[in-house]
């Protein structure tokens, strides 16, 4: 197994050009496609998410990491075999209804993407009915709701009855988060999980699902 | 420059501890040192009370008024809560605020044209939110168009553009700086307003970018905005940059400034 510290480093500085062609070397010395994932470009994001919870990156690091990594995706996707890429869970992640702010819940599902899991982005102002209707489609492990206003918080525990009421609230796991949102209201309203940014809703992420 | 004084909000900790105790005491040394640093209207938000909110912002009114002679800004999302605080409030307060999110729209319209008052006119579409100068512009002009034709003065409408944040979108500050320009220009006699402190978020050194925006804002136009006058720094470059944009006679108020010690060596 070859070492990817060249290309941890290039995807935390965000230097798609480095990155690119630290992907393409592993590619051509033969490396699996999904190694490179898996200890090369996840652990990457990882570590961008940890600083960023710790206050030692910030949103535009983040979003650069981010674009790096796709790009290096980008090359390994055509190499990947059927079955290679083993996702982390499907994450199932939109803002609540009367709620039409984004910009937590897109930073949200970009780390989470980049940690390897599948996301299903619903968008915003989404009813309970909607969120009910997604899980019994797509089935995820997590439903991930989000709010930016006290006064479109309710729909949470709105969405968490309408779960119940289907039969479906031990089937999936429930993070919620967002400015106004707290540890307590998530007890108060049974959630399974708050996360108060981005990377710590991976690790929080991971915690619910029992996966390092 | 008109200024809302804004930490009297239930999501700063010390506040929440004050409203939950009923401290009046706190609660007005807060407002009153807002009102000393040249606050022109005294914000009370109690949003994340949730199921508490309408009570405690309606405490809030009668607290502040109760020992200040100062209009306030009820700021909450919720029109019901403004609903209520309206009817305490004595003299002419600011409503923050209104948008063309329908149930927002349909309750508030009412409110705001029963008494007179200011009205925050956030430019937040019905089910989206603007990204562009255009989108804001447009957004803008609908709640300003709907604001008048239900006999709102053009004088009492405050356009909140809508900032976001940079750091996931470096067009975010040009885009709101655009509105600004733009609505200022479209209807003379109208106000434009922003809330500082999103332009700044996920990024270090808030304060500095909030100031330097503020800056920005000003010389495209903005006439008022919401932020915290106790903080001289942040006031400073608010006397200065409208000196230098011909809005302060014989630089009075700079001079005013200087003299109170809140332009000081930096």
Partial sequence: MSDYEALMEAVLKGDIKTAVAETQKAIDAKDNARGVLDNGLIPAMDEMGDRFSKGAAFVPQMLRAAKTMQECVKLLQPLFAEGDVKSKGKVLIGTVKGDLHDIGKNLVAMMMEGAGFTIIDIGVDVAPDKFLEKVKETNPDIVGMSALLSTTMPAMPETIEALKAAGLRDKVKIMIGGAPVTEKYATQIEADSYASDAGSAVAKAKGLLGIS | ?266
Avoid at chain 2, 43 to 62: K, P, R, S, Y
Avoid at chain 2, 221 to 235: E, F, R
Wanted: contains cysteine; aromatic residues 4%; negative net charge.
């Fill in chain 2, 1 to 266: 420059m008109i200024v809302v004084g804004e930490k009297i909000n239930t999501s700063r900790k010390s506040i929440a501890e004050a409203v939950e105790k009923r401290d009046v005491d706190f609660i007005v040394k807060v407002a009153q040192a807002q009102v000393d640093a040249g606050a022109t209207y005294i914000d009370v938000n109690a949003g994340t009370l949730l199921e508490e909110e309408i009570d405690a912002l309606c405490w809030l009114v009668q607290t502040v008024q109760g020992a200040i002679d100062i209009p306030l800004s009820l700021d909450s999302p919720n029109p019901a809560a403004l609903a209520e605080a309206i009817k305490l409030h004595n003299g002419e307060p600011m409503i923050n605020s209104i948008s063309l999110e329908k149930d927002r729209l349909d309750a508030l319209l009412p409110i705001v044209t029963l008494q007179p008052c200011a009205v925050v006119a956030l430019c937040m579409a019905e089910t989206s939110m603007p990204t562009t100068t255009e989108e804001r512009v447009e957004v803008g002009s609908e709640l300003i168009d709907k604001l008048t034709d239900s006999g709102v003065m053009l004088e009492k409408i405050y356009v909140d553009p809508l900032v976001q944040p940079v750091s996931v979108d470096t067009n975010m500050g040009v885009a709101t700086l655009g509105a600004i320009d733009q609505i200022m220009g479209k209807y003379v006699g109208v106000n434009t307003i922003c809330g500082l402190s999103n332009i700044s978020y996920g990024l270090p050194e808030r304060k500095l970018i909030n100031r330097n925006f503020l800056a920005l804002a000003i010389a495209h136009g903005l006439n008022s905005a919401i932020l915290d006058p106790t903080d001289n720094l942040i006031m400073a470059t608010m006397y200065t940059v409208e000196m230098l944009m011909g809005k302060d006679e014989y630089c009075g108020n700079y001079i005013d400034a200087y003299e109170k010690g809140i332009i000081s060596k930096q």
